[in-house]
């Protein structure tokens, strides 16, 4: 399972974790000790992330409903990020993920399989599943 952004054509993660419960979303990243590269968390439904309890900072996207990314900024430990009211998912990576990648505002992100250009794969049924409430 990968994460990608259509709009640059590049892979954002490789190693996708999801929190989709209150209790894993709270839970997030704490405990671990790092995120390593390649490796994401993705958190639905969510509109806001904090650092708090960890010890290394994250890269932050948030999507809106069409996986279109609203907002993108490191998150450093202790800190809280901003609520993004449109946001429907938040995905935290490793810190320049970002940067390697080329994410800006308005681009479109895809979980796709390893080699597939086209349908999404079963990360994205999950959370549409998430999504109905089925």
């Given amino acids: 399972m990968v994460i990608v952004n259509v709009t640059r054509g590049t892979t954002i993660a490789r190693h996708i974790s999801i929190a989709a419960s209150f209790w894993a979303r709270a839970q997030g990243l704490i405990g671990r000790a790092d995120l390593p590269a390649g490796h994401a968390l993705v958190l639905h439904p969510c509109n806001g992330v904090h650092a708090l309890f960890l010890t290394f900072p994250l890269d932050v996207i948030y999507l809106d409903r069409d996986d279109r990314v609203l907002q993108v900024f490191c998150l450093r430990p202790w800190r809280v990020g901003p609520a993004v009211w449109r946001s429907r998912t938040v995905i935290e990576l490793?810190?320049?993920?970002?940067?390697?990648?080329?994410?800006?505002?308005?681009?479109?992100?895809a979980w796709r399989e390893p080699g597939d250009a086209g349908a999404r794969d079963a990360v994205s049924y999950h959370l549409l599943r998430i999504r109905r409430g089925t």
């Avoid at 490793?94 to 681009?107: H, K, L, M, Q, S």
């Fill in 94 to 109: 490793p810190t320049d993920t970002v940067a390697r990648t080329g994410t800006v505002v308005g681009d479109l992100i």
